[in-house]
């Protein structure tokens, strides 16, 4: 069966496309150079070459390969969750509170202090600024989820709530500087690059707990595909079990928005290409598929962020609906 | 196992549907719940499910109260087959009843070479050894509640619910299904309770019939029902008469 050869594909096509990362970009360093670079043996005459690939594009492949996994595999967690396939992970809001966050740091204090300029400590400042946005979005949903049992409702209730979120997020900008603007639009149209060697573990220690968070709830998972009553009647309690899913989801859509900013698109595409390249909904197949297939999606996003272009890059949130709409697109005209 | 009620009553927070409810579903019977629409049928079976809980009285498996007993312990007592319509894609029907063995599976939810035996003595006990490998959403709706069944049977319970299973089901696959259930019933030692409307089908097919009414619920076997003239006051109506010795409704001319 071809099936069977899935996975493996992807894993090799997920490994092509992280070499390629390397050696294509802004300066075109030749494959050899790459590898012997990598084997620690330098290139000879081209020492800014080792910079470039140790300091500058392996963070920035590794980062985009975490965030794509991550945000797939999070989207993925509340498409079987609310057995919705329009779920991703900016629908319930907490990509929103992120925002908000970054938005009060930016727009809102931005006149005391220089946040706008991505110094070093304002970049801390913004990644704790959108854990923490995202941080009480997530808490409130975990509230209203104790209260309200209809997965469909909860969702609703998610929507309105990255409503409110929105309309905070214009007033700040309607109230703000040109120059806080500015940056604020730049950061929301996300950046695999901002990672720097020092703060790749953290954001790799983050995506990898949510990760492996969301292969152990791979069983309860596969229940959930029945229905919520069936999954109960297989000995699943559904509101402990949605709270896990939801943290999972949370921490996953936090940390990548708080690092690259809100990357659209992924979430929501990249699980139903799973599903199309493995013929199944059964996450022992699916999950991993997912994750290895948003990796890939989001390093061709950023090999196509950095080739064409001369010194600059393109934002990713330019790149990914363009990549992620016609996919969903093509899904539906499919059916 | 017997599934014994004792004075419960059931309800939505403090809105009482039906109380007094005495009933006990027996081992090895197939009992028929019917009444009409708003009786409280639903409410009764989803209490009976554990999907609500009751307002007062005793639910006891096997004398054991079933408020005492854990989610993970009632998942192997008590399985369902529900109205939900189960539209998963992407998935065999080997691999749907093979859920029905989650709750023996490890944390991984990997089968054992026993729990694959079992799962093909549930293919085969309710006939579906043909569709094995077909994908669930492209089965018929009598061959989905089929499937719903095996699902039931992998998970080993010795009682089984079923919510109108019979219903949107063309008249074959109707006497299929509940031909199926007394036979599980009877030979495999099930305690079956289904709600239903096909109160023909029910009349001819049940051991035991679950009349609910206004006032409460009236249990026992068909032929004594029809000849204490209950059934015939229970569905008392001036468009049809109820002939006890056939066990039949019929349209007044």
């Known amino acids: 069966m071809s099936r069977r050869l899935t996975i493996p594909i992807l894993i090799l096509s997920v490994a092509v496309l992280a070499m390629a990362n390397l050696v294509w970009g802004s300066v075109s360093i030749p494959l050899a150079d790459t590898v012997s670079i990598l084997l620690g043996k330098g290139a000879s005459g081209h020492p800014s070459w080792e910079y470039i690939i140790m300091d500058n594009r392996i963070p920035q492949m590794l980062t985009a390969a975490l965030t794509g996994a991550s945000l797939a595999v999070g989207g993925l967690l509340l498409q079987t969750t609310f057995r919705n396939p329009l779920a991703g992970p900016s629908i319930l809001g907490i990509d929103s509170g992120a925002n908000l966050g970054v938005a009060i740091v930016m727009l809102l204090l931005s006149g005391t202090m220089t946040l706008g300029s991505m110094t070093l400590s304002g970049y801390l400042l913004v990644i704790i600024a959108a854990m923490l946005g995202a941080g009480c979005i997530m808490a409130l949903l975990l509230v209203f989820s104790q209260k309200i049992n209809s997965h469909l409702m909860l969702l609703i209730t998610g929507i309105m709530v990255s409503y409110i979120t929105g309309s905070l997020i214009s007033l700040l900008n309607f109230g703000a500087t040109e120059q806080g603007v500015h940056a604020y639009m730049m950061w929301g149209m996300g950046n695999f690059s901002g990672i720097s060697t020092e703060r790749l573990p953290l954001f790799a220690a983050l995506c990898g707990l949510g990760l492996l968070s969301a292969f152990l709830l791979m069983k309860p998972l596969n229940a959930l595909l029945l229905g919520e009553h069936y999954a109960r009647n297989l000995g699943y309690s559904i509101k402990p079990l949605r709270t896990k899913l939801l943290l999972v989801t949370g921490l996953l859509t936090a940390t990548t928005t708080a690092f690259c900013g809100p990357i659209t698109f992924l979430g929501l595409a990249v699980p139903h290409l799973a599903r199309l390249a493995t013929g199944t909904h059964n996450h022992r197949t699916l999950l991993p598929a997912t994750m290895l297939t948003g990796a890939i999606l989001a390093l061709t996003c950023n090999l196509i962020s950095t080739v064409p272009s001369s010194g600059s890059i393109i934002p990713i949130n330019i790149i990914t609906p363009c990549i992620g709409a016609p996919i969903v697109i093509w899904i539906i005209l499919k059916k | ?253």
């Open chain 2, 1 to 253: 196992m017997t599934y014994e009620l004792i004075d419960l009553t059931i309800g939505y927070g403090k809105t009482v549907v039906a109380d007094g409810i005495n009933a006990t579903l027996e081992e090895g019977k197939m009992a028929c719940l019917i009444g009409q629409n708003g009786a409280g049928k639903s409410t009764l079976l989803r209490t009976l499910c554990c999907f609500q809980p009751s307002l007062d009285g005793k639910k006891l498996l096997d004398g054991k109260d079933v408020s005492r007993l854990s989610a993970q312990e009632l998942s192997t007592m008590i399985g369902v087959v529900l109205t939900d319509r189960v539209d998963v894609q992407g998935m065999t029907v080997r691999e749907l009843v093979a859920m029905g063995r989650s709750p023996y599976t490890d944390f991984w939810g990997k089968l054992k070479p026993e729990d694959e035996t079992i799962v093909e003595e549930a293919i085969r006990l309710t006939g579906i050894e043909a569709l094995a490998s077909r994908q669930i959403n492209t089965l018929s709706d009598g061959e989905r509640q089929k499937v719903m069944i095996a699902k039931t049977l992998a998970q080993q319970t010795p009682i089984i619910l079923l919510d109108e299973p019979t219903a949107f089901l063309d008249f074959p696959s109707k006497v299929e299904t509940m031909l199926l259930l007394k036979r599980l019933a009877h030979e495999q030692g099930k305690s079956i309770l289904i709600s239903t409307h096909d109160l023909d089908l029910a009349l001819q097919t049940a051991d035991t019939l679950w009349l609910m009414g206004k006032s409460s619920l009236i249990v026992g076997p068909p032929s004594a029902l029809a000849q204490d003239n209950t059934l015939a006051l229970f569905f008392a109506n001036p468009n049809v008469n109820f002939n006890a010795g056939e066990l039949r409704f019929t349209i007044k001319r």
